[in-house]
């Protein structure tokens, strides 16, 4: 079943400044199906982010449409949770309250509340944090709360901008690993926007390529490596340094290529 | 690990970790006193040093003493207007005056400022006029206040609630559009509704500037006071202030000033820092302001 269906989308731009017109999206479409979890990359400056703040309702698009479970989208809304690069976490709450705030919202009791996000907290790994506030966390410990908040209202599809971009190499690796171990155990669907081509074959059962700016989808791999998946090993696996290689050549990181605009928003 | 009974430390408060983040509400007069037991040297220290050398400078007899006293005249001078029962009362009266002025101010503040700070397009209309009447300071309003009130406490109200409310408006609508827009984009695809946006994410986002503004707003209003005082005034500190000037009576100009800091600093100290300590520092969004 497909459960996200992103459709001839276009994005348009209007400098504020100069009045000028620049395509950032040109004709943008892709399906993820129902527990799949699929990543969105492309050079610097390509619009997938663009592509991700249209589907979680946050820009409304020139044209195009995107269908979750078939019927269109508009306005952001508790059945796409996003997971941001800069954890959006409420500084004023504590992680229990994060965690808990998009279950308040939709009407469940203090006592249930509190047990599912104790739940999620668990899941997690963040037991013992409960009572902190964000700035008491690491980078790392945030981002764990970002994605329990956004799985504790168990949402149609988890959207993922980047979310350990702002985290160091070493924290990121393990937070994959816990990212992945997360998702095997409930499947939830994932749209997954990175810049970073390990990251996006470590991660995904699906790759989609965009193109330079204006984005077109430029190739959509299927990644074939069993799960579950660890760092120790990927290095040497034939599949993933495959299929690593075929992206890194596309993107032109070989030859060096880089556009180099920060991506839009 | 023990869990902090009644001193607000921050270091304790982290540590015991459980603590709820709704703070027990301790009286100013028990603030004081913990203030006091926690850190007599750092608070009075400052203070002693400031004395010590203003003493000296007296002692020299640098300056004629119908210009300058020392401080053990203007302590005299404060225990004598004490026990003659002048000063509390004029502490009193300008307390008063300012606590009224700035809970009006305060409450048309805080309303206009999320008003302005949250709607698009009363911003337009009230911004230009908002940086006019900003430009008209409180001193400039007296004239046209005493034509219109006389010399009662109404004018010098309609004064502080002036000085109180523009400052915080302007400082409540930065503190809005400070809210990084990734805060409202999550709550809003947690399901979040107009109002609970409004009330857990708009009202405590803005908090640092709503305490920047109170902050302001009542140093403001607190000048406005005496500059009012002095000019309307038939009593408060700053009406004792002008008095004891026309009589050639440094001491008791100097008492004025002595108290018009103490109070400020006490202020401070008692009511603005424990509640920015509780909300915007607990929550890591301003580091601590000048402690």
């Known amino acids: 079943m497909t459960m996200l269906s992103v459709d001839q989308l276009n994005q348009v731009y209007v400098d504020t400044y100069t009045g000028e017109a620049t395509v950032a999206i040109e004709d943008v479409s892709f399906d993820v199906p129902e527990g799949q979890f699929v990543s969105v990359i492309g050079p610097s400056g390509c619009g997938k982010t663009t592509v991700l703040n249209i589907v979680a309702g946050f820009v409304d698009a020139t044209g195009g449409t995107v269908r979750l479970q ?36 939709q009407g469940v009791g203090k006592v249930e509340r509190r047990a599912k996000a104790q739940e999620m907290i668990d899941l997690v790994g963040l037991t013992g944090f409960e009572k902190k506030y964000p700035h008491e966390l690491s980078g790392g410990m945030r981002q764990r709360a970002g994605v329990a908040r956004v799985l504790a209202t168990e949402p149609a599809i988890m959207l993922m901008d980047e979310p350990f ?46 193109s330079p700016r204006p984005s077109t989808v430029r190739a959509d791999l299927s990644i074939q490596i069993p799960r579950p998946r660890s760092w120790t090993d990927m290095h040497t696996n034939t599949e993933f340094v495959r299929i690593r290689r075929e ?16 991506s839009a928003p | 690990m023990s869990v902090q009974a009644n001193s607000p430390s921050r270091a304790g408060r982290h540590a015991a970790g459980a603590t709820p983040p ?19 040297i750092a608070t009075l220290l400052p203070f002693a040093v400031v004395i010590g050398v203003w003493a000296v400078v007296s002692a ?18 404060m225990v004598d207007s004490v026990r003659r029962g002048i000063l509390p009362a004029y502490i009193q009266d300008s307390l008063t005056r300012l606590a009224v002025g700035a809970a ?27 940086l006019f009447f900003q430009a008209i300071g409180d001193i400039a309003w007296l004239p046209i206040v005493i034509i219109w009130f006389g010399f009662s406490l109404t004018s010098v109200t309609v004064v502080i609630v002036y000085t109180v409310t523009f400052p915080l408006i302007i400082s409540i609508v930065a ?81 004025g000033m002595a108290v018009l800091g103490v109070l400020w600093y006490m202020t401070d100290a008692l009511v603005l820092a424990p509640l920015e300590k509780e909300t915007v520092e607990r929550w890591g969004l301003v580091e601590r302001i000048g402690r």
């Open chain 1, 70 to 105: 078939g019927s269109p989208v508009s306005g952001p809304g508790p059945d796409r949770g996003v997971v941001f690069q800069d954890f959006a976490l409420f500084p004023w709450k504590t992680v229990e309250a994060n965690i808990a705030f998009g279950l308040k919202t």
């Open chain 1, 247 to 262: 992206l890194m050549t596309m993107l032109g990181v070989e030859t060096g290529v880089e556009t180099g605009s920060r």
């Open chain 2, 175 to 255: 503190g809005l559009d400070a809210i990084p827009t990734n805060l409202l984009r999550a709550a809003a695809s947690l399901g979040a509704s107009r109002w609970r946006t409004l009330w857990e994410v708009y009202v405590p986002g803005a908090l640092p500037g709503v305490s920047s503004g109170v902050r302001t707003g009542l140093g403001y209003g607190w000048r406005a006071l005496i500059a009012a005082e002095i000019i309307i005034g038939t009593s408060g500190v700053g009406f004792m202030m002008f008095d004891a000037r026309r009589q050639g009576d440094v001491s008791h100009v100097f008492v």
């Open chain 2, 104 to 130: 009006f101010g305060l409450g048309i503040g805080v309303a206009l400022g999320f008003l302005i700070g949250l709607n698009r397009y009363v911003r337009k209309f009230c911004w230009p006029v908002l």
């Open chain 2, 22 to 40: 709704t703070p027990r509400r301790a009286s100013p007069a028990r603030r004081a006193a913990a203030l006091l037991r926690r850190q007599p």
């Open chain 2, 60 to 77: 020299l007899g640098i300056f004629p003493s119908s210009f300058f006293v020392g401080p053990a005249t203007v302590f005299d001078s």
């Open chain 1, 165 to 210: 971009a702002s985290v160091d190499a070493q924290t990121r690796r393990v937070l994959q690993q816990e990212v992945l171990r997360i998702w095997e155990q409930r499947r939830t669907t994932v749209l997954f926007v990175t810049h970073d081509v390990d990251e996006a074959v470590f991660m995904s059962d699906r790759v989609v390529v965009l």
